[in-house]
């Protein structure tokens, strides 16, 4: 089935939106749970009927879109943290293409905290500490190593650490997504302008929606 530049736009604003809650986490300590929910729901979406389904109802990754925009444009201002993430989460993808054993050891894991999660709220923490542990067993073995920066008093709160792992976990998933629907860096690079369309289009969609 061919997939959409309105496919690759919510791929990729869900890899954005991952990339700066960890950010948010870092440097202020917590961030607004509505922009966290979409990303921890996108890991437990197997067989989705189509992308936007993977991050939940219709402007579930309007933050993402909003940071994308940021970053091409500056305005209100880039941030280079979310673009090291952005760019570090994009490399362990293609790593990880190449590694079909982390890759199995991954999917086992999401059905295990699928398992664990049950009829429990999806941001309660023992979900969060099990797609956080994942993350530390796969992921987090791959060089170079995804470095985290921010404020050393709330990267030291192991709530905080947790989430953050969970919400890479995340991001992984939002570029796998990406490079599926046929995303490429030459879109990012050379392609701004229509990225730029289609996450303003994403967003008056959004706001529709919720009108």
Not at 51 to 68: L, M, N, S
Not at 101 to 110: K, T
Request: net charge positive.
């Amino acid at each position: 089935m061919p997939h959409s530049d309105q496919d690759r736009l919510i791929a990729l604003a869900g890899l954005y939106q991952a990339a700066h809650c960890v950010q948010r986490i870092a440097s202020r300590g917590s961030l607004d749970t509505a922009h966290l929910q979409p990303c921890i729901y996108s890991l437990f979406q197997i067989d989705a009927a189509n992308v936007p389904a993977v991050f939940g109802p219709p402007g579930a990754v309007a933050t993402g879109a909003r940071q994308i925009i940021a970053q091409l444009t500056g305005q209100p201002e880039r941030n280079l943290d979310l673009t090291r993430y952005v760019i570090a989460l994009l490399g362990h993808e293609r790593t990880l293409a190449g590694r079909s054993d982390m890759l199995a050891a991954i999917r086992d894991g999401i059905e295990v905290a699928a398992a664990v999660r049950g009829d429990r709220p999806l941001l309660e923490r023992t979900v969060i500490e099990r797609l956080a542990s994942l993350y530390a067993a796969t992921i987090s073995k791959l060089e170079p190593r995804i470095v985290v920066r921010g404020n050393p008093l709330y990267l030291q709160n192991l709530e905080n650490q947790e989430r953050i792992r969970a919400l890479l976990l995340a991001g992984i998933r939002a570029a796998m997504l990406w490079r599926q629907v046929g995303g490429r860096r030459t879109q990012i690079l050379f392609g701004r302008r229509r990225l730029l369309e289609l996450a303003r289009a994403y967003l008056d969609a959004s706001t529709d929606a919720r009108a």
